[in-house]
């Protein structure tokens, strides 16, 4: 039996960013993050409110395959909706508890190749990037019409965006921010989603792959300022799909 859990495995572009904070997105043909740690919550666990925190019950952690190792989930490396990795590994649960929420913790940093309707990516960007600042740590950006170059690009810091995301200062989950929130200081950041329920059974331990799509995964903060090669690029978020297979 297979189960598929629809999951935004990075939320940090959200319909909630508000029109000042707006950017517009397009396809990453490179896509380069890192995946640290999944960690199961079991029954009980909440997500809490905007500002608040998150009750994470009876963690464990179900890490395994390609955790911690740069994975490209970009259009170029993988086509849409197939299998990048095998990142986790649920036989790590306990027997017998139901679990219903999944904490993912990765880098901030992304390698990232691709542009938006008029522009594309050009050059480094830094922690300091900023979803309401100009271009402080934004990477740089070209005309559309240039041919993009692989560059290192951030999740942004921002506040009060979504519950269902906040930086952490190590893979570990150390100091985390309140829900909503990433700090510039922060390499790291953790999202939160729920799973529906999965308890592991004896003797069916199931493979855990995620499947990604890239066509909104490269923001620029500003279009009309490509032209003028503006500090404009961020990352944006990729949609995911995990699947158990074998429960």
């Known amino acids: 039996m ?7 495995i990075i939320l940090f572009l959200l319909t909630s960013i508000n029109t000042a904070n707006a950017r517009d997105t397009g396809p990453a043909t490179e896509y380069k993050m890192t995946i640290h740690k999944l960690e199961l919550c079991a029954t009980g666990s909440t997500i809490g409110v905007m500002g608040g925190n998150w009750n994470c019950i009876d963690s464990v952690d179900v890490s395994g395959g390609s955790a911690g190792t ?10 849409i909706g197939e299998a990048a990795a095998t990142l986790g590994d649920f036989g790590k649960a306990k027997t017998g508890v139901t679990y219903t929420h999944i904490i993912t913790t990765l880098s901030r940093e992304i ?23 100009g271009s402080a740590g934004n990477g740089a950006s070209a005309p559309a019409s240039t041919t ?41 950041f953790q999202t939160i989603g729920s799973i529906g329920t999965f308890t592991l059974n004896p003797g069916q331990i199931p493979t855990v792959t995620m499947a990604f799509g890239t066509q909104n995964a490269v923001a620029a903060k500003v279009q009309g300022d490509c032209a003028n090669s503006s500090d404009q690029m961020q990352a944006a978020a990729p949609t995911a799909i995990l699947t158990l297979q074998g429960q």
Not at 70 to 79: F, M, Q, R, T
């Open 111 to 133: 390698q990232i190749t691709g542009g938006t309707t008029d522009c594309s990516t050009a050059g480094d960007g830094t922690l300091a990037a900023n979803i309401n600042a």
């Open 70 to 79: 740069a994975i490209d989930i970009g259009s170029d490396a993988i086509g």
């Open 148 to 188: 993009a170059v692989s560059s290192k690009l951030f999740v942004p810091e921002m506040a009060n965006q979504d519950a269902k995301l906040r930086s952490v200062s190590d893979v570990a989950g150390s100091n985390p921010q309140i829900n909503g929130t990433i700090i510039a200081a922060h390499e790291f």
């Open 2 to 8: 297979i189960k598929k859990f629809k999951l935004l």
